[in-house]
């Protein structure tokens, strides 16, 4: 039988690498590492790298243990998923790994300008029916430019056409730079200008998606700071489901 939520939260309460700040606990306080992650958690200058949404971490263990020369930072309030990953960090001693527990919506209280290099965003939820929840709306990349350095990069890794597509033409509306754009990851004539050891990490739920034959899109793009972000104008098709074992919950055939 698995461990119950009130263990999980009592095991994570006890692990250096796991930081739980939900919303409204940072009213009259400022969080202690913002502008200080390097010298203050990580002890070191490497790149700082996002996971946000990070579920269960898998993605964010798998970065780290492919690059040790970079930190990574996995980001949910799903405390008793993240347990999994954090677990794994906290046992193996993994130094470039933290996670922490807390809304995305306030996630530029956590970092100070420039801090963050890389932003991750895997598999997450499309938000067919709600624009400005969507983690590549106008509405957080306005957030992600108060901590993330000019120019960085954004990783999207859905199984989702729907947020594909509205990512894809969000993108293309602010003329930002794209590195690297599939919407089918596992088998793009193309790959060899793709890092194929990410190819190696792959959620649960991937695999899952992957058995069922749904293709696995990636678009990596770049965020200046200069430009005033517009949304896409555009009606796209909504997705048949909704996430893995869920259906949809939009009675619409589109949405912006």
């Known amino acids: 039988m698995g461990k119950g939520k009130l263990a999980k939260f009592a095991d994570m309460n006890t692990y250096k690498c796991v930081f739980q700040y939900p919303y409204g606990s940072l009213e009259n306080t400022v969080f202690p590492l913002q502008g ?49 990953g954090a677990t794994e960090a906290e046992r193996e001693g993994m130094g470039n790994v933290a996670f922490l527990r807390t809304n995305i919506e306030i996630i530029d209280r956590f970092f100070a300008p420039g801090e963050v290099s890389e932003i991750w965003l895997t598999f997450s939820d499309p938000q067919m029916k709600n624009p400005r929840k969507r983690l590549t709306s106008t509405w957080f990349l306005n ?43 596992y088998h793009d004539s193309e790959l060899s200008t793709f890092n194929s050891q990410l190819l ?24 200046p700071h200069d430009g005033e972000l517009q949304e896409p104008d555009v009606e796209i098709e909504l997705d048949d489901y909704r996430s893995y074992h869920r259906d949809k919950r939009s009675s619409k055939d589109k949405a912006k």
């Not at 890794?157 to 993108?171: C, H, M, R």
């Not at 649960?204 to 965020?223: A, H, V």
């Open 36 to 84: 200080h992650w390097h010298t203050d958690y990580f002890h070191n200058q490497n790149p700082i790298v996002l996971e946000l949404g990070c579920g269960k971490g898998e993605y964010t263990i798998g970065l780290a243990k492919l690059f040790p020369d970079m930190n990574f930072i996995g980001v949910d309030i799903k405390g008793a998923r993240m347990w999994t």
């Open 143 to 185: 957030r992600y430019r108060h901590f993330l350095r000019d120019g960085g990069i954004i990783h999207l890794k859905t199984d989702s056409n729907f947020l594909f597509t509205y990512t894809t033409l969000l993108v293309d509306r602010n003329a930002l730079p794209v590195d690297f754009k599939t919407d089918d990851l």
């Open 200 to 223: 190696t990490i792959q959620t649960y739920y991937e695999s899952m998606w992957r058995q069922r034959g749904i293709s696995i899109k990636y678009l990596k793009f770049r965020l």
